[in-house]
């Protein structure tokens, strides 16, 4: 956990992958989803609050006093899409072309910073702060599989749990 | 503390800056459609639903950026830095 004496200055950018699994309810079906590295750029802005932008899913921005807790938020909103679209959705092919629309949607805004500060971690230019690394072309995908009683386990329950983050370069 | 931005000034912005925009309101968000462009995470509230409320920024510059709003334009509407 970096501290305060070693925290990046104002304007420093954070390339992130993300990996989700959540299950969630839809009308009339249960449903499994595998989101792999998806993009996010973590910015610590000038008010000194962190702001973690999604580049993919663009649609979808969180913010915290720090890189993790920003993540935490992201985290809890990207479920919260998740369930905004089980609410709007009447069948499990409507609900996955939606929910596929939103991951691959690009914040085209934000997509050249993340490049960009994948290439400083990359060079060694950018702190880890203990993040772990993953190449920044890593393969992005989202499965998203319809769930019964012959594939639901405890194991779902836990699924929030599972998140996984590491800086891209 | 995140800078805060009344969400009536974010729909002025969207009038002038973003002419065809739609918005829809969910249990979670506000769904910001605009072109071929959909934000999805603009808060109800900083603090919970009320009249014109007050949002973190950063939401609404992440929409901007989406969006490709012209900086000028939005900058009338909403202070963002």
């Given at each position: ?169 | ?46 603090h919970g639903r009320r009249v014109n409320p007050e949002i973190e920024s950063g939401y609404v510059r992440a929409m901007v950026r989406m969006f490709g709003l012209d900086a000028a334009c939005v900058e009338k509407h909403v202070n963002l830095r």
């Amino acid at each position: 956990m970096m501290t305060a004496q070693d925290a990046p200055a104002i304007g420093a950018h954070l390339p992130f992958l993300f990996s989700y699994r959540d299950t969630l309810f839809g009308n009339g079906f249960v449903v499994h989803v595998e989101a792999k590295n998806g993009r996010a750029l973590c910015v610590r802005e000038g008010d000194d609050s962190w702001w973690m932008y999604g580049v993919n899913p663009g649609g979808m921005a969180a913010h915290g006093d720090d890189p993790h807790a920003a993540h935490a938020a992201f985290r809890k909103t990207f479920s919260d899409v998740l369930l905004d679209i089980a609410k709007d959705t009447r069948s499990f092919d409507e609900f996955r072309a939606q929910v596929e629309k939103f991951f691959e949607a690009t914040n085209a805004g934000y997509e050249p910073e993340w490049r960009e500060a994948a290439a400083a971690v990359r060079a060694g230019l950018v702190s880890r702060d203990g993040f772990s690394v993953a190449p920044a072309d890593s393969p992005r995908s989202v499965a998203v599989t319809l769930k019964n009683s012959d594939n639901v386990s405890a194991i779902d329950n836990v699924a929030a749990l599972k998140a996984q983050l590491a800086q891209a370069a | 503390m995140p800078r805060l931005v009344k969400l009536d000034d974010v729909w002025r912005m969207l009038d002038a800056c973003a002419s065809g925009y739609t918005r829809r309101e969910t249990d979670h968000h506000w769904i910001v459609t605009f072109r071929d462009f959909q934000f999805r995470s603009l808060p109800l509230g900083a603090h919970g639903r009320r009249v014109n409320p007050e949002i973190e920024s950063g939401y609404v510059r992440a929409m901007v950026r989406m969006f490709g709003l012209d900086a000028a334009c939005v900058e009338k509407h909403v202070n963002l830095r």
